[in-house]
């Protein structure tokens, strides 16, 4: 009676191994593999003439990929459209993005802004109150911090103004009681100083963890801007906005791409 106990074991054995396999395959499709395509929002740091830091992008690129989305038939459109589709449930039109600068630093008010308002293009700016409050960079490369004078002209003149946190901190590392109190103390400046129901919320280091995302919600986010970490679809009221990274050294390709641009004719 040794082969039918030894078939048990293996039969067992094989059982286990798919059981494995399927929760790992269903843990890497949810939190590292989750990826929709296309994108939809261009995620912007730094904007400086020059610079070789890696979250520094240079006005001249800028300026090249702001022309690269009119001549692909991009229509610029402000981050609220992309929150509704996300809100209802609906998909966007294919050559539609928006724009978003994180860190609200002076040279997005100094190169950024002349560009943006040339373009007649819409355009979100996270910032993170603290530092504004402070003028300390989010990264010590960075041309500097706007001050609260800049962030109220920029919306004055239409922009959007949203959280990045208050202090930058990793907010994964949070209590719920410490996470509530970031989100908040930024959300009630950025209202006092704007004038604006600020909802959205766009996370430091884009880290988050998945059972933070109640949280959020209970501290008044509508939207939470990804970059890094993705926990998959999560809780449906708050609305994710997955983000394209443009950096340093990103090519005007991978732009397009990221953006879902299909056409296979000559581009631009
Ligand atoms: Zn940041």
Known sequence: MEIPTLSKYSLSFAFLCLLFLVFGLWNVKTEETYAPKPLHVLCYHDITPNSSFKYSRTTEKLKYDFQLLRDSGFKVVPLEKIIEAGQKKVPLALREAALTFDDATTGQYQYA?????????????????????????AAKEYSGTMAWADIQKLAEEGFYIASHGHSHKDLSRLSPGDLKEEIQKSLSLLRKRTGMNVLDFCLPYGLYKREQEEHFLEAGIRSMALTTTDH???????????????????????????LGWENKEKRP
């Open 232 to 258: 998959g679809p999560g809780i449906p009221a708050l609305v994710k906005i997955r983000r394209f990274e443009v950096l340093a050294d990103t090519g005007a390709e991978e732009i397009l791409e990221a």
């Open 113 to 137: 802004r002349p560009l943006l308002k040339s373009f007649g293009y819409p355009a979100t700016f996270y910032a993170p109150t603290a530092l504004v409050e402070s003028g300390e960079p």
